[in-house]
């Protein structure tokens, strides 16, 4: 299944390995000019409910490099690390826990517990803290003092930003901050495609609240996480929810809950809630001396707010989006003769992650009526809908290749709209056909995609 996904990504044009004409990097992945688009589409659909259509909740755009002390108070320096150890035979490194927990066992050599996965020996090195941050330079000087770090998260602008934010906003507790930016973690062991990265994109909460109320805005905030992921289509028996056990808690949290996918290898973490509680604005008003705290007017009273914080990763929701909307039909859902050796791909997307909303098709490319009338259908919808014109290949080669990429519409001109200036509008989904007239064209696509 993955196979074909990671095919499919790259023959489309979804996602590619980075420089990949060198070789690629491990971990880092580039998007395409369809990836890019969903990836968009995800973006905006989000802000569009978490930020546009709420009134409590402002979006930033932080800077990946921050004020090193920044690290040193959230915790991160201390303590965002994975255990490592090495194997003493070929000298591979892993994340002791996966060797532990046999994560391993049936990759590679690894037939049983504690085993190497690379060379199947069984001694290891004593596992040792491996910081998963990325380190860099500030200025020409590459020193201790001049050392300066890639955010591994976003949450720490919106928290060093807390007072600017509330001040310049006029906002009031309970209130959010929005954030979507790129993030930088140096993973000891990745995989999965675009699954574990070692630099990604995620969008994240900072959702601020009266010290009482954090477990009531807790439960509220994974509903409406999950429900993001099944509005847009992910079917639900397709998720579950993973509560954290408390010994096994990150630094900070208090209670977390991931929403997790069944992706092909299993079970894994799509996104996730956090109740931070008051630790982040604690330890950065400890550190840097600015009082964070806020001035309930109704209670007449200074406190430090408690924090959800609800998070998930653009890449693996795209992940996810694309593996629930693949469909694959041996023989193809057409009857002619020729489909029936062939297998058919569907990508069933919600319209709105659609990347091409519609594909304008001439029935055929040597009529030059035709494809003069396709050409001024393209033109028309081009300014209101992502759409392409292609006129390669038989018409039903055309729809497939619009199926294989998600594109819900297909619009053909035929003979038939050189006499009454209607098209043919083909459903993605349903096979169905429609004729519509061409000046309503533009209000039915805007309808239906909605
Ligand atoms: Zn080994």
Request: proline letters at 4%.
């Amino acid at each position: 299944m993955m196979e074909k996904i990671i095919s499919l990504c790259k023959r489309r044009g979804f996602i590619y390995p980075s420089s990949e004409i060198y070789g690629g990097v491990e971990a880092i992945w580039d998007y395409g000019p369809l990836g890019a688009l969903l990836k968009n589409n995800i973006k905006n659909f989000w802000l569009k409910r978490f930020v546009q259509e709420k009134e409590d909740i402002v979006a930033i755009d932080g800077s990946v490099i921050m004020n090193p002390k920044v690290w040193e108070a959230s915790g991160h320096l201390e303590d965002f690390s994975d255990p490592l150890m090495e194997c003493k035979n070929c000298h591979s490194r892993f994340r002791a826990d996966y060797i532990t927990n046999s994560k391993f066992i049936g990759q590679g050599r690894a037939k049983k517990e504690n085993q190497c996965p690379v060379c199947g020996g069984e001694n290891f090195t004593e596992a040792q803290q491996f910081n998963l941050m990325f380190k860099t330079f500030l200025g020409p000087i590459e020193n201790k003092a001049h050392q300066a770090y890639l955010r591994p998260e976003t949450a720490q602008s919106m928290f060093t930003n807390f007072k600017l934010v509330l001040d310049s906003s006029r906002k009031k507790i309970p209130f959010g901050i929005a954030q979507i930016g790129k993030v930088f973690r140096n993973e000891i062991t990745t995989g999965n495609f675009i699954f574990r990265c070692r630099e990604f994109e995620i969008a994240e909460i900072e959702y601020f609240v009266k010290p009482g109320n954090d477990e009531k805005w807790f439960k509220n905030w994974v509903k409406e996480w999950e429900r993001f992921f099944l509005d847009f289509g992910i079917k639900k028996k397709n998720l579950r929810r993973f509560e954290h056990p408390k010994d096994k808690l990150a630094h900070y949290s208090k209670r977390t809950v991931d929403i997790e996918y069944k992706f092909p290898w299993g079970w894994d973490e799509l996104a996730g809630i956090a109740n931070r509680t008051d630790y982040d604005l604690k330890r950065h008003s400890q550190f840097s001396g600015s009082d964070l705290s806020y001035y309930d007017k109704e209670e007449d009273k200074n406190y430090i707010p408690y924090v959800i914080e609800p998070t998930m990763g653009i890449g693996r929701a795209l992940l996810a989006f694309l593996i629930d909307a693949y469909e694959e039909i041996k023989g193809g859902r057409s009857k002619t003769t020729k489909a029936v050796k062939e297998k058919e791909v569907i990508l069933h997307f919600d319209k709105r992650l659609a990347p091409i909303k519609a594909a304008v098709l001439p029935l055929v490319k040597n009529k030059l009526s035709l494809v003069k009338k396709a050409r001024e259908v393209y033109n028309l919808i081009k300014p209101n809908f992502i759409s392409q014109y292609d006129e390669v290949g038989s018409i039903g080669r055309r729809y497939r290749r619009q199926d294989e990429i998600g594109t819900p519409y297909c619009l053909t001109i035929d003979f038939d709209t050189l006499k009454d200036e209607t098209i043919t509008i083909r459903d993605r989904d349903t096979m169905k056909q429609e004729r519509v007239k061409i000046r309503e064209l533009v209000n039915y696509l805007q309808e239906k995609l909605k």
